[in-house]
């Protein structure tokens, strides 16, 4: 079996890891800005994985990373590359004419995508329908039609705008010059009964550059008899930019020339469930439902009555979303009368060469707003389909916010002007879909004719779901950002917010419909140019599906891709564990595509275009999926116990989880040829993520670790900066088939360890540190467990017991005797304590602060046996301190604790810190005495250190060892800007029989840290 470069310890991870970074900042591919997506993987990364599955064990290094399109120009003063252009923007010099590549999780297709420029035959597929279709928006169709595409969804993206702009209804709701109206919620006070918006961020702008403040505006209410107005206070406008350069502002405090100024609070918590009125000052708490009573002191209230209670804000924010465009229909509680919360414009912006000017709202733009309100309402009189009304998943309060405010139906996402829009929108697209299918049957036959109207309507689509998440009301006006509106997506899903904008969809601004447009043309035009090389021109006949194929398919099964179908290589990137609820989030776009895709017909949606997306063919009927999570949520291979129904526990979510993962990896493995390669994306750095991963790799589908690497799109320089080893890291796992026999577990870990000695002294030649160092050692583990089918002690054991017990142990001290060979040294580490001060000392080698997020300290943890809460206990470890001010709790994290300053003074901080007596010290660990010990040697002279130092050995001769060893490694190891390395090799230094000696030689030593000393 031919071994190929990507399984070899010289595959450049780093080089790669750096030209993927580029790709998270401005060098981004286009097609990404087409629509919000998660964790879309870096198309560099993409194809050097690839190319490494394909080429030799020994291909040279430099030539693989020149071949793929990676070549650094010169190198920054920090040692960042700069590259000519964006690596993915280069065209590979390599070709796999043939090769079959599968990819079962592929949804935005970063991996088919290089797949096809490198002359692959590609098959992608995604179990949802939204990834599906994107599939066909990034691979397909511009494979198929080329630059034509380009034209024509120009030509009939502006047509659709110009009807748009020509419909009555549209130039009522919208003041031609306003780019993006700014609202919030008003609410009706319970104590004085006025109406007073609730405003989360006054601000309107506070931005800034390298040389100070750029602009400065905020709002302030007035009150204006039984009314807040809004005031703009605009400092450009009053002082001028020059004044506003040398602006201060601290939180909502301003000074500028000595002028104070301040910003007023905001008057919601929501989490705290508390507003205040801007009427009457009270503060508007909690609410009996029942009765109506509003409570703001419920200490001695009945209990039956306190378990009633509901936000005030919550309450009516549910009352106006049961009633939103139904109003006549529902009741509504007698002591409360009306609806007690409304929208309230605040603010419009208008754009002036480039400028933002800010006005307050009045009661005519109020006015357009209810006027789409009654457009809204009509239209759900009528019952007409194209009004989402489709259920968000209920049980996703964790990720979509919204919902604990009764928006359970999609279309009350949107405030009714942007909702009105987008129908009208979609109403649109859908007959520029026919005329275009009309209008190309002059050129092609008919189903061509059909497939290229679906690819432009596909494309617009496109473009209206992401405006709809620019146009919502939990897209938010951010003040700091140059690009001002923010998308209704973040990371985690939906949040809920105050500040809400609504954009003019015919302005040019961010979120406009002409700006989402031209977000998609120019990803298509750079997808169309990313195939050129491959295809040369685009005769679609020619190519039609010649190397590409995208299914909508489950990886659990892939009953699609034909029974007997084999594949040279799959290279994957499956949802990490808990990460991405991909079904019940994309069903915010999946509402929307379905409607422009599909034809409507006696107020139903009916098919037109890919109807497998959205119906579903029962007997010889189609029958519309209603929404995603209804359909594929338990087919998802994410962990999410919600799913499973109420009582559902985390690990039944674990189990469930596990199960997908073990039949999507013994699908795969059927799939694959038998000397083929199938490869793994994995980002979650849980340490039972990778249990879960090794389960269903090894255990379940017999599978071995071949290699294993981490890409981080972030540079070694700033994990070294920040000191810390979780960033933005995938796990790369390469896998094979053909693990065999079993072994006994002792018997394993020697081998194991000794693999991961070999492998730790190898990363460290090619100077690897932080997490490159231990996930490259740890490859070396798991490649030495998975060539056996089973490890025993009396019977087999489990893959969490080999995971806890063998593999990160024998990878830890696999990384702590490299590191003591490295300092030519016995090997004399054994505590725990030293082995993780020592560990984490050299791996995170050169941070001044080292900074352990949890699951690195799990790691940590486990791999040296030192419990928690032990090394907290011991003082070796401290949590972080709390940040003034700061709100939102960050992930936990803990520093070590080690000599910040080789100065006697700080020393001896040091050691009152962890509470250790120089004068009369208690020892209970390596750690104490190394401290001490440093110390002393610090204090005293030579003389008196080794008389300090004996009367300490009487006492405790096991810590002074070791703690002499742990010395002697740190001298030889540590970088020259760690103060530590001075105080140890101080105390190497009066340990010696000659004075002067070591000193010079570490001296040296400090300046090739990475050459093998000896
Ligand atoms: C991490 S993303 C892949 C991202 C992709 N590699 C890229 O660069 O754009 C994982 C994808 O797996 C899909 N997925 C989840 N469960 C699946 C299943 N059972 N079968 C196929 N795809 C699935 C999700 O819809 C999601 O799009
Ligand atoms: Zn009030």
Redesign the pocket.
């Known amino acids: 079996m031919e071994r190929r470069f990507i399984e070899s310890v010289r595959f450049p991870f780093r080089e790669v890891s750096e030209a993927s970074a580029v790709e998270k900042g401005p060098g981004r591919p286009p097609h990404w800005e087409m629509v919000f997506?998660?964790?879309?993987?870096p198309l560099i990364s993409?194809r050097a994985v690839i190319a490494g599955c394909l080429l030799p064990e020994d291909t040279n290094p430099a030539n693989f990373l020149r071949s793929i399109g990676i070549v650094v120009k010169k190198r920054r003063a920090d040692g960042r590359p700069v590259f000519e252009k964006s690596p993915h923007r280069v065209k590979p010099m390599l070709r796999f004419d043939g090769i079959r590549l599968l990819?079962?999780?592929?949804?935005?297709?970063?991996?088919p995508l290089e797949g096809l420029r490198l002359g692959l035959k590609v098959t992608a597929?995604?179990?949802?329908p939204v990834?599906y279709i994107f599939l066909k928006a990034v691979l397909e169709y511009p494979v198929k039609y080329g630059r034509q595409l380009i034209k024509d969804v120009k030509k009939w993206g502006e047509w659709v705008a110009q009807r748009l702009k020509e419909d009555p209804l549209i130039r009522e709701l919208y003041e031609d010059d306003v780019a993006v109206y700014i609202g919030s919620w008003e609410i009706k006070c319970p104590h004085c009964g006025r109406w007073t918006p609730l405003v989360g961020n006054w601000w309107l702008a506070r931005v800034k550059d390298r040389e100070g403040y750029k602009r400065l505006a905020w709002m302030e209410p007035r009150i204006v008899g039984n009314k807040v107005e809004i005031r703009i206070r605009d400092l450009n406008k009053e002082l001028g930019d020059k004044a506003i350069r040398k602006a201060k502002v601290e939180g909502l405090k301003v000074t500028v020339n000595g002028k104070e100024f301040r910003v007023p609070e905001s008057n919601i918590e929501a989490r705290r469930e508390l507003a205040t009125c801007l009427h009457c000052n009270q503060s508007i708490m909690q609410i009996d439902p029942e009765t109506g009573k509003h409570y703001t002191n419920t200490k001695n209230l009945p209990e039956p009555i306190k378990n009633r209670l509901e936000g005030y804000v919550k309450f009516a924010l549910k009352l106006y979303n049961k009633a939103y465009g139904l109003e006549e229909s529902i009741p509504i509680p007698a002591r409360i009368g009306e609806i007690p919360v409304r929208l309230r414009l605040l603010v419009k912006v208008k754009v002036q060469d480039g400028n933002l000017i800010f006005e307050s709202c009045s009661e005519e733009d109020q006015e357009k707003l209810e006027n789409a309100r009654q457009e809204i309402k009509k239209l759900l009189q009528t019952n007409d389909p194209d009004v989402p009304r489709e259920r968000i998943s209920p049980y996703s309060v964790r990720y979509l916010f919204p919902i604990l405010y009764g928006i359970n139906e999609w279309y009350k996402l949107f405030n009714p002007r942007q909702l009105f829009t987008l129908i009208k929108l979609t109403k649109l697209i859908r007959d520029a879909g026919k005329r275009i299918e009309k209008e190309k049957l002059e050129e092609f036959d008919e189903g061509n004719a059909f497939t290229f109207a679906e690819a432009v309507t596909v494309y617009l689509a496109i473009a209206l779901i992401s405006m709809a998440d620019f146009n919502s009301i939990t897209s938010r006006w951010a003040p700091h950002a140059w690009t001002k509106v923010n998308r209704a997506f973040t990371h985690r899903g939906i949040a809920m917010i105050w500040n809400w904008c609504d954009v003019s969809p015919l302005h040019k601004y961010i979120g406009t419909w002409n700006n989402c447009l031209q977000n998609v043309v120019d990803g298509i035009e750079y997808l169309v140019s990313a195939f050129c090389n491959t295809f040369g021109s685009y005769d679609g006949k020619k190519n039609l599906n010649r190397n590409l194929k995208v299914l909508l398919?489950?990886?659990?099964t892939l009953i699609k891709l034909g029974f007997e179908e084999k594949v040279d290589v799959i290279i994957?990137?499956?949802?990490?564990y808990d990460d991405?609820p991909?079904?019940e989030l994309s069903d915010f776009y999946y509402v929307w595509l379905k409607r422009v895709l599909s034809d409507v017909y006696d107020n139903r949606l009916i098919p037109r275009f890919l109807p497998e997306a959205f119906f579903e063919k029962i007997n010889d009927d189609w029958v519309e999926v209603l929404t995603q999570w209804e359909k594929y949520s338990l087919?998802?291979?994410?962990l999410n116990p919600a799913r499973l129904g109420l009582n559902a526990k985390l690990k039944d979510g674990i189990m469930h989880f596990q199960n997908?993962l073990n039949s999507?990896f013994i699908t795969m493995t059927s799939k694959l040829q038998n000397d083929g390669l199938l490869v793994t994306?994995y980002a979650h750095t849980d340490p039972d993520a990778w249990k879960a991963l090794l389960e269903a790799g090894w255990a379940a589908a017999g599978l071995q670790v071949s290699n294993a690497f981490p890409l981080t799109t972030e540079s070694a320089q700033s994990v070294v900066k920040q000191g810390k080893l979780s960033m933005d890291t995938s796990i790369i796992v390469v896998w094979r088939k053909g693990g065999q026999g079993s072994i006994e577990a002792s018997q394993l870990y020697e081998e194991m360890v000794n693999a991961a000695t070999g492998r730790a002294r190898e990363l460290m030649n090619m100077g690897a540190v932080g997490r490159d160092l231990v996930i490259g050692t740890l490859a070396a583990s798991l490649a030495t467990a998975t060539k056996y089918r089973e490890v025993r002690v009396m019977g087999k054991i489990n893959t969490k017991t080999l995971v806890d017990k063998y593999i990160y142990p024998a990878t830890y001290l696999g990384l702590a005797r490299a590191l003591a060979k490295k300092a030519d040294l016995r090997n004399n580490i054994k505590s725990p304590d030293a082995m993780f001060y020592l560990l984490v000392k050299s791996i995170l080698a050169g941070a001044k602060k080292k900074v352990l997020e949890s699951t690195d300290l799990r790691l940590f943890s486990i791999g040296t046996s030192l419990d928690l809460n032990t090394a907290i206990k011991l003082r070796i470890l401290k949590a972080k301190e709390k940040e003034p001010g700061a709100k939102v709790a960050k992930a936990k994290t803990l520093t070590l604790v080690e000599p910040t300053s080789a100065e006697r003074s700080k020393i001896a901080e040091l050691l009152e810190a962890r509470g250790i007596n120089p004068a009369n010290p208690k020892l209970r660990c390596t750690i104490d005495a190394l401290h001490l010990i440093e110390y002393f040697a610090i204090t005293y002279s030579r003389e008196q250190f080794r008389h300090k130092l004996e009367e300490l050995r009487v006492n405790y001769p096991a810590y002074v060892e070791e703690a002499l060893a742990l010395a002697r490694i740190m001298a030889r190891i540590l970088p020259s800007n760690d103060p530590e390395k001075g105080l140890s090799a101080r105390v190497v230094e009066y340990l010696a029989p000659a004075p002067g000696r070591l000193t010079s030689f570490i001296e040296e030593e400090g300046e090739n840290g990475d050459r093998e000393p000896g």
């Not at 994957?572 to 990490?576: E, F, I, L, Q, R």
């Open positions: 997506w998660w964790t879309r993987k993409a990819d079962p999780f592929a949804c935005f297709g970063s991996i597929c995604d179990l949802l990834g398919d489950d990886a659990t994957t990137d499956p949802p990490y991405v991909y079904t087919n998802e291979v994410s997908l999507a994306y």
